[in-house]
């Protein structure tokens, strides 16, 4: 998407919240006079990841979809950012999932692709 979309998607959520220009840029940690550029378009650039993630969480949303706007996200990444189920995901796995309950998502993830894939039994007329 254009970055005047980034923008009017990023009022739209400010105003959602029910937050002021300047509320939002204090709890970002940008200067409200940017934030009213990026708002409405003046500037040449879309703004960096960081500021991004730090709008997210400012405006309690998902940063992955601020970044999908603003044209900041990686491609392989792309696919993920378009399912809102996958963000959901990897948001709470980010949260609270140790390096065992990753260990063990995959291997569930494994199984269900190795059932699905495998041949089909007969019922037999036994």
Do not use: C, H
């Not at 840029?25 to 708002?39: Q, R």
């Not at 960096?48 to 603003?70: C, F, H, S, W, Y």
């Not at 990686?74 to 948001?91: C, D, H, I």
């Amino acid at each position: 998407m254009m970055r005047d979309e980034f923008g009017a998607k990023l009022r739209e959520l400010r105003q959602n919240k029910g937050m002021t220009l300047r509320a939002l840029a204090e709890a970002a940690g940008v200067d409200f006079t940017y934030l009213s550029k990026i708002e409405n378009d003046r500037l040449d650039y879309s703004p960096g990841v960081e500021t991004i993630r730090d709008l997210a969480q400012a405006l309690k949303v998902d940063a992955m979809e601020l970044l999908q706007l603003a044209n900041k996200l990686p491609p392989e990444l792309a696919k993920l950012a378009g399912n809102e189920k996958a963000r959901r995901f990897f948001q709470r796995a980010q949260e609270i999932a140790s390096p065992k309950d990753w260990d063990a998502l995959l291997d569930l993830l494994e199984s269900r692709q190795s059932a699905r894939t495998a041949p089909k039994k007969k019922k037999g007329n036994g």
